[in-house]
């Protein structure tokens, strides 16, 4: 019966480590990585995931990278969490020098100022966090919701200059 717990526990910490930063994103970049994590929501949660890459970014920073696909990750969990979503399409984008990712579903949405700081009920912190993160980077992230009219959210950052 250990050996059991042991070894199940073995197996979500891979799960989860490999969910956390799969070596896809390291190796094939921020839309592969995307792309696949849009499959396995769709898989492991019943709503549908699209994903669309606009022209690919140019090469991003590791950090950057991770940033990006751990805010995109935090919010697909969002959605799966508190949206009662059917579809959620996943879009990247890069113009004028900056690199936007939409996330966009057709869930139950919410007052916006809902989500302006740390959740002391949930202590949820995904949200307060993305926008902490992006803004160290120089970017920004923009929540468009309503109730009964889904959500939108944009992260946008300067790509640099290389």
Same mark, same amino acid.
């Given at each position: *019966? %250990?050996? +059991?717990?042991?070894?199940? =526990? $073995? &197996? *979500?910490?891979?799960?989860?480590?490999?969910? @956390? *930063?799969? #070596? $896809?994103?390291?190796?094939?970049?921020?839309? !592969?990585?995307?792309?696949? @994590? /849009?499959?396995?929501?769709?898989?492991?949660?019943?709503?549908?995931?699209?994903?669309?890459?606009? !022209?690919?970014? /140019?090469?991003?920073?590791?950090?950057?990278?991770?940033?990006?696909? +751990? !805010?995109?990750?935090?919010?697909?969990?969002?959605?799966?969490?508190?949206?009662?979503? +059917?579809?959620?399409?996943?879009?990247?984008?890069?113009?004028?020098?900056?690199?936007? %990712?939409?996330?966009?579903?057709?869930?139950? &949405?919410?007052?916006?100022? /809902?989500? =302006? &700081?740390?959740?002391?009920?949930?202590?949820?912190?995904? @949200?307060? *966090? $993305?926008?902490?993160?992006?803004?160290?980077?120089? &970017?920004?992230?923009?929540?468009?919701? /309503? #109730?009964?009219?889904?959500?939108?959210?944009?992260?946008?950052?300067?790509?640099?200059?290389?």
């Amino acid at each position: *019966s %250990i050996r +059991t717990h042991v070894e199940g =526990a $073995i &197996g *979500s910490t891979r799960s989860m480590t490999f969910q @956390l *930063s799969p #070596p $896809i994103l390291h190796e094939l970049g921020l839309e !592969a990585a995307l792309a696949w @994590l /849009a499959e396995q929501f769709t898989n492991e949660h019943g709503v549908h995931f699209e994903f669309v890459a606009g !022209a690919p970014a /140019a090469a991003l920073g590791e950090e950057t990278r991770n940033l990006l696909f +751990t !805010a995109v990750r935090e919010l697909l969990l969002n959605v799966v969490k508190h949206a009662r979503a +059917t579809h959620v399409h996943v879009t990247t984008q890069t113009e004028g020098g900056l690199l936007r %990712i939409v996330v966009e579903d057709d869930g139950v &949405g919410c007052r916006p100022d /809902a989500m =302006a &700081g740390p959740n002391v009920k949930t202590g949820g912190f995904g @949200l307060f *966090s $993305i926008r902490e993160r992006l803004s160290y980077l120089g &970017g920004h992230c923009d929540v468009q919701s /309503a #109730p009964a009219r889904g959500t939108r959210v944009t992260l946008t950052l300067p790509l640099k200059q290389t």
